[in-house]
C-alpha cells in the first residue's frame, strides 16, 4: 500500500514539527503516535493523489488542539529545559537552547504558522489549508511570531549574534 | 498592489525567499533606503535559518518502534475481528442506562461498578487476544517506555507483574478508552500460545478493596478486584477458572508494594 510508505518516510518530519510544537519529547512522540492511529482510521477521506503530507499534518494539528483543549495544558514550558538531540554538527547549543525555548514561549497559534512556514517550508497556501484559517491570518501570526522571537532572542541570548549587519 | 506599496506581507515573504524577482527588486529597493527594516528582515532570515538548524538533527533519528508500528498498515479483519467479539459478547457499550436497570445493580450496591470491569475486561480481551500481527501497541521489548507511558496516561503507577513463573511471558501493552478514563491492558502468552490480559484502570473511590470475584462472559473468564485506587481484571478465553486463579493470585502478589 501506497500511502503506508509514504506514511513512515513521513514520521521523522512529523516527529520534527511535534517537537518544536510542544517542547517536549515524549509528549511530541505521543502526539505523533496518536497522528498515526487517527490517520489510519481516516484514511478513507484522504483523497488519493493530493499530498499526503499536508494531510497528515492537518491531521496532528486537529489532534494537537484537541487534546491541547482536552487537558488545558496550555504552554507548560517555564524553566524546565527540554533535552533535544545534539550531535556534534550543531555549532551553537546555547543558540539551540536558546531557540527552543523562545519557540515554546509564543502562543499557540503564532507557533503552528511559524513552524510550518519554517520548518516544514510549506507554502502559505498550504499553511492556511493544514491550519483552516485565511492566507492573511498566516501573513499576521507569522509576522507575530517572527517580531516576538526576535525580540526575545535579542533579549536573552548572549550568545546570538543578531547584531551582526552585512 | 502597486509596485511602491510594500506591505508587511512582502517582507515576510521576502525573508522566506518566497517573491517573484520584480517584486523582490522592488522590496530590496525599499529596504535599502531604511536600514532599521533591513536589519529586521535580515533577523528573520537568520533566525529561520537557526530553527531549521535546531531541529535538525530529529530528521536522522531512528524511528521509535511504538510509532513505526502505528505507522504500519493495519489488517482489514482486525475490524472484523473486533465487530465479531461484540456480537459474541452481545454488547451494546453505549446503553450504560439499560444496565443500571439491572435489579442486582440497583438493589444490591455492595461493589458499584465491579462487575461492569469484569466485563470491560472481557471485551478487550476478546477484541485484542485473537490479534496475530498486532496484539499489542507497545511491545514488551519496549517494557519501561510501555509502562511509563501508561502510568502516564492513567495517571497511577502501573507495573507490568512478572508472571514467567507461571509460564506466562509479557507480550506488550495498550491503552484503551474506558468508562471514566484510559485504561491499560497488558498482554501475556504462554510458549502453547494461549493468552492472558490483565486490565488495569483507576477506581473513582479510594481506598477500598475486595476480594477477587469471578466472572464468565461468554467464553472468557475474569478474575477481577480492586486495591486502593486501582481495580484489575484479569482475563482470559484460553485458561481453565483454576490456572486463572492461581494466575490472579500472583499478579496480585507481585503487585504488592
Known amino acids: 500500500m501506497d500511502e503506508a510508505k509514504r506514511l513512515v518516510e513521513l514520521i521523522p518530519r512529523l516527529r520534527r514539527y511535534a517537537r518544536a510544537l510542544v517542547g517536549e519529547r515524549a509528549s511530541a512522540d505521543d502526539l505523533v503516535q496518536d497522528t498515526l492511529e487517527r490517520a489510519w482510521a481516516k484514511l478513507h477521506l484522504y483523497r488519493r493523489g493530493t499530498d499526503l503530507r499536508a494531510w497528515l499534518f492537518t491531521v496532528m494539528h486537529n489532534v494537537h488542539v484537541n487534546r491541547v483543549r482536552a487537558t488545558r495544558t496550555s504552554d507548560p514550558l517555564e524553566d524546565e529545559m527540554p533535552e533535544l538531540a545534539q550531535p556534534g554538527t550543531q555549532p551553537d547549543a546555547l543558540l539551540v537552547r536558546d531557540l527552543d525555548r523562545a519557540i515554546a514561549r509564543l502562543p499557540a497559534d503564532q507557533r503552528a504558522v511559524l513552524l510550518l512556514v519554517t520548518l516544514e517550508e510549506m507554502s502559505y497556501e498550504e499553511v492556511a489549508r493544514t491550519l483552516g484559517i485565511p492566507i492573511g491570518t498566516v501573513m499576521s501570526r507569522l509576522s507575530r511570531a517572527r517580531e516576538k522571537l526576535r525580540a526575545m532572542m535579542l533579549g536573552q541570548s548572549p550568545s546570538t549574534k543578531l547584531k551582526l549587519v552585512k | ?257
Open chain 2, 1 to 257: 498592489m502597486s509596485e511602491s506599496a510594500i506591505s508587511e506581507a512582502d517582507l515576510q515573504a521576502y525573508a522566506d525567499g518566497r517573491l517573484p524577482e520584480g517584486r523582490r527588486a522592488a522590496v530590496e529597493a525599499w529596504l535599502a533606503a531604511r536600514p532599521e527594516e533591513a536589519e529586521r528582515v535580515a533577523a528573520y532570515r537568520r533566525l529561520a535559518h537557526e530553527v531549521r538548524a535546531a531541529y535538525e538533527a530529529m530528521l536522522s533519528e531512528p524511528v521509535p518502534p511504538r510509532l513505526a508500528h502505528a505507522a504500519a498498515p493495519r489488517a482489514p479483519w482486525r475490524r472484523i475481528a473486533i465487530a465479531a467479539a461484540w456480537v459474541a459478547l452481545g454488547i451494546a457499550i453505549g446503553a450504560p442506562a439499560g444496565w443500571q436497570l439491572r435489579p442486582e445493580r440497583t438493589v444490591t450496591q455492595v461493589v458499584p461498578d465491579s462487575s461492569v470491569i469484569a466485563r470491560r475486561a472481557a471485551i478487550a480481551h476478546a477484541t485484542y487476544s485473537p490479534e496475530v500481527r498486532h496484539p499489542v501497541e507497545v511491545g514488551a521489548d519496549d517494557e519501561a517506555h510501555l509502562v511509563a507511558w501508561l502510568s502516564k496516561r492513567l495517571g497511577v503507577k502501573l507495573r507490568a507483574p512478572k508472571l514467567d513463573e507461571a509460564g506466562m511471558s509479557l507480550v506488550g501493552g495498550r491503552l484503551l478508552p474506558g468508562d471514566n478514563g484510559p485504561v491499560a491492558q497488558f498482554m501475556y502468552q504462554s510458549q502453547n500460545g494461549r493468552r492472558l490480559t490483565l486490565y488495569v484502570r483507576t477506581e473513582a473511590s479510594r481506598n477500598r478493596e475486595t476480594a477477587f470475584r469471578y466472572a464468565r462472559e461468554n467464553n472468557v473468564g475474569v478474575f477481577y478486584w480492586i486495591d486502593r485506587e486501582v481495580g484489575y481484571a484479569l482475563a482470559s478465553a484460553d485458561l481453565s477458572k483454576d490456572e486463572l486463579l492461581r494466575l490472579a493470585n500472583l499478579v496480585y502478589k507481585r503487585l504488592e508494594p
